[in-house]
């Protein structure tokens, strides 16, 4: 079907900026299906272009009213200088739609390429309906929980015309369900720390809702004090919520797991930063709530898992609920821990409660034989002060293994261009010896030192060399694994440069 003779609320039309230059008789010369349909709306497209200074670039969009036309509304989305070729600038397509399908209160909408070539491979037609997908769903996904006034939205079907039908619906539902599970993690995180406590249900429900699949582990208080996880209930010993210990466990149906994997997640339903209270604007301790974004992202996971239900896998979820508050009973400075292995650990800062709760988590999921874990957490706002909030810090052991798999995750459109998400931070715990040179364009890897205050801090590097001015500069001039030698305070200590 082409695309004009759709008939529904809004029809958005996906066009490069080859699609909508024009020749010499002021008609778009380049894709006929577009030239087809402003010619029978008599030329708005054209003249809406103009007008709009619309060019087809990346972000821009137009939308139009008609009357006495098989669709009310026609939408074009600039997509750039070429066709889409990775997920996520598919996924942008669908947020766009979404947006324009709130704004107008549409009940249907249909999503088109202007060239027919638009999109090239069926592999990648069927990767670009989910993408759009996806930006559809998490577009329109709106949390009104907690709002006295919500809006409804309308829309209930989109088209999806030119994307190919072999296939696709599988690849639809599976776009459904990962969305699914995005929207249960940022529920997760929304939710205020009054309304989502350690002792919540929510998370253990995912084990009923797919029971076929799942098993709910919870282990409360007095069990973790048999377990020995001194270092995780050190942690919660200053709050009026006793922690909970969740552990799902995702076996496939038939039960053939080639390989066992757990996926453990930071889970601070709030952290006040006990003793050390976190103080001052950057801190922003009425935002953290949002402590507990690593086991959101678990347990999103984990939902869409349930439903996606894929074979091959064992997969065991982890996640160590509690509260970092002040009370007598609270872990205070310089207080000695012992975690569930026999580690002792002393405590100099209380807002380092992360990896105190992440140590025996990690611990527990050694102890169920898996052969890779993934831990996901909100760790330090050091890595944000460093590498802004574009991009994510990942440390590795093998920084060599991890740029390949995100190479593999996110592939490039050529072979000279690497995707920015595949950027590898060893962590570092001894005194960084590398040179920055942030004056010097060297290919080497960043140096960035962050050190606890103290009155034993030792002189500040010059004014050149700010940690954040000295990374973003060797960023750009270095491909390779950034390595940081970082701790909890954002204040730069000594640097050899």
């Not at 759709?6 to 002021?26: M, R």
């Not at 996924?91 to 399908?101: C, F, L, T, V, Y």
């Not at 282990?219 to 004090?225: A, G, K, P, T, V």
Request: aromatic share 4%; charged share 20%.
């Amino acid at each position: 079907m082409e695309f004009s003779e759709w008939e529904g609320d809004i029809l958005a039309v996906a066009v490069t900026e080859k699609d909508v230059s024009k020749g010499t008789s002021s008609r778009f010369e380049n894709a006929a299906e577009l030239a087809e349909l402003d010619g029978q709306l008599g030329g708005l497209l054209s003249e809406a272009e103009a007008e709009e200074d619309f060019a087809g670039k990346a972000g821009q969009s137009v939308s139009l009213r008609l009357r006495g036309h098989r669709f009310k509304r026609v939408c074009l989305i600039g997509l750039g200088q070429d066709a889409p070729s990775s997920a996520a600038a598919c996924r942008s397509i669908g947020e766009s739609i979404a947006s324009a399908a709130k704004s107008a209160q549409a009940t249907s909408a249909a999503i088109a390429f202007a060239s027919p070539d638009g999109i090239q491979g069926d592999d990648f037609k069927l990767n670009a309906a989910a993408a759009v997908t996806s930006g559809i769903l998490l577009g329109l996904n709106e949390d009104s929980r907690y709002k006295s006034e919500s809006k409804k939205v309308h829309l209930k079907h989109v088209d999806l015309i030119g994307f190919g039908d072999q296939e696709v619906d599988r690849k639809l539902k599976h776009a459904n369900d990962v969305s699914s599970g995005v929207i249960f993690g940022k529920e997760l995180v929304n939710s205020p720390a009054n309304v989502l406590t350690p002792g919540d249900g929510k998370v253990s429900k995912i084990a009923s809702a797919y029971s076929d699949v799942f098993t709910a582990t919870i282990l409360d208080e007095e069990r973790c004090r048999e377990l020995k996880m001194g270092s995780y209930l050190a942690v919660a010993a200053a709050s009026a919520n006793p922690p909970h210990f969740i552990h799902l466990c995702y076996k496939p149906p038939g039960g053939n797991a080639k390989r066992k994997l757990a996926i453990v997640g930071k889970g601070l339903t709030f952290d006040s930063g006990g003793y050390n209270i976190k103080v001052g604007a950057v801190c922003t301790i009425e935002l953290m709530k949002k402590d507990m974004g690593g086991s959101a992202a678990v347990f999103g996971a984990a939902k869409a898992l349930g439903q996606i239900k894929p074979p091959g896998a064992e997969v065991h979820f982890i996640y160590a609920a509690c509260e970092n508050m002040i009370s007598g009973t609270g872990m205070r400075p310089g207080d000695i821990v012992t975690a569930s292995n026999g580690k002792t650990m002393e405590v100099n800062n209380t807002d380092a409660e992360g990896r105190l709760t992440l140590a025996d988590a990690l611990i527990y999921a050694c102890k169920q034989g898996v052969d890779k874990i993934i831990d996901l957490a909100t760790l330090t706002g050091a890595c944000r002060v460093a590498l802004g909030p574009s991009i994510a810090a990942a440390p590795c052991t093998q920084s060599t293994r991890f740029n390949h798999s995100c190479y593999s995750a996110f592939p490039a459109p050529s072979s000279s261009h690497q995707p920015s998400a595949s950027l590898a931070v060893t962590p570092t715990l001894r005194p960084c010896r590398m040179p920055c040179a942030p004056h010097q364009e060297q290919r080497q890897p960043v140096h960035l030192c962050c050190s606890r205050a103290s009155s034993a801090r030792r002189d500040c590097a010059p004014a050149s060399c700010h940690p954040r001015a000295c990374a973003q500069r060797q960023l750009r001039a270095h491909a390779g694994p950034l390595r940081l030698a970082m701790s909890d305070n954002h204040r730069p200590a000594s640097c050899p440069c």
